[in-house]
């Protein structure tokens, strides 16, 4: 959790977001709606920071009063699928210089939401971005990684993609329980054709396999292994099973709700 507040309040700085919380009020607040909303089922946590000004076309940042609203909501099995059939988008992946994709802007989304609508309008379950240059930057709400003779590849920040925390999970167990050092670098499309696998994380999307892209079979056409083992280990630590990284989850007791 407090990596993902540490990231919405770099957004606020960058889109001077000026909200009176640090990260550990945040973490706070957060704690105690999800323990007020008694939920019992998994759950999306919404925060947005926001311009709260009443007024019509000021686009002065400056100028406008920021505020914070927090959601809970349950939340089922965002990708619908364990095995993703994914294409290339012809939409492109904004740049740094247009709206910066290292951050979680609202914005940003019209563009995830181009991508993903084509895609699926076309029967594939997600749309793969590349970037202004033509490499590869990241599914419309997810990080790609590629498995290539046994290494890991991720893009780079500056390839236009999310800094995720997932992304940066994978990353540590990878190096941490498989002893395999992630490479981020630029990635070409055809690479990912050639890939050995290739798998998408997101908060929403987990750890997801990807097993044909454009058309063309992943590997052998199913989840590879260390996709899988990757995988294994994520849903086991998510759900606080794993005592070692039991300090990236965090308690909430929920109060019981008058009926
Ligand atoms: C565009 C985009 N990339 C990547 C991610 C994954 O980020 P995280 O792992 O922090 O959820 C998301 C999550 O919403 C996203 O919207």
Redesign the pocket.
């Known amino acids: 959790m407090r990596?993902?507040y540490d990231?919405l309040l770099d957004g606020c700085k960058i889109l001077m977001l000026d909200i009176p919380y640090t990260a550990d009020d945040l973490c706070n607040i957060t704690v105690e709606l999800v323990e007020r909303n008694g939920h019992n089922t998994d759950i999306y946590i919404r925060p947005l920071a926001y311009k709260s000004e009443e007024l019509v076309a000021n686009l002065k940042l400056q100028d406008l009063a920021s505020d914070f609203t927090l959601i809970t909501v349950p939340f089922g099995n965002y990708l619908g699928s364990d095995r993703l059939r994914c294409c290339t988008s012809s939409w492109r992946r904004v740049d740094d210089p247009m709206i910066p994709?290292r951050i979680?802007a609202c914005g940003?989304?019209v563009n995830?939401i181009l991508a993903k609508t084509e895609a699926t309008l076309s029967g594939f379950d997600e749309a793969i971005l590349l970037n202004h240059d033509g490499h590869v930057s990241?599914?419309?709400?997810?990080?790609i990684f590629m498995v290539k003779n046994g290494r890991l590849y991720t893009p780079a920040l500056e390839d236009n993609?999310?800094?995720?925390?997932?992304?940066?999970?994978v990353m540590q167990l990878a190096k941490n329980e498989l002893g395999i050092d992630v490479d981020m670098r630029t990635i070409d499309r055809s690479e990912l054709y050639l890939a050995d696998e290739v798998f998408l994380?997101?908060?929403?999307?987990h750890l997801t396999p990807v097993v044909e892209l454009d058309c063309r079979p992943i590997g052998d056409g199913q989840p590879g292994p260390i996709s899988k083992e990757i995988q294994r280990m994520y849903f086991d630590i998510v759900v606080g099973n794993n005592a070692k990284y039991r300090h990236w989850c965090t308690r909430v007791t929920p109060r019981l709700v008058p009926a």
Do not use: C, M, Q
């Open positions: 990596e993902h990231r994709a979680k940003i989304y995830s990241e599914g419309s709400g997810e990080n993609v999310l800094g995720g925390i997932t992304r940066d999970t994380t997101g908060t929403a999307a």
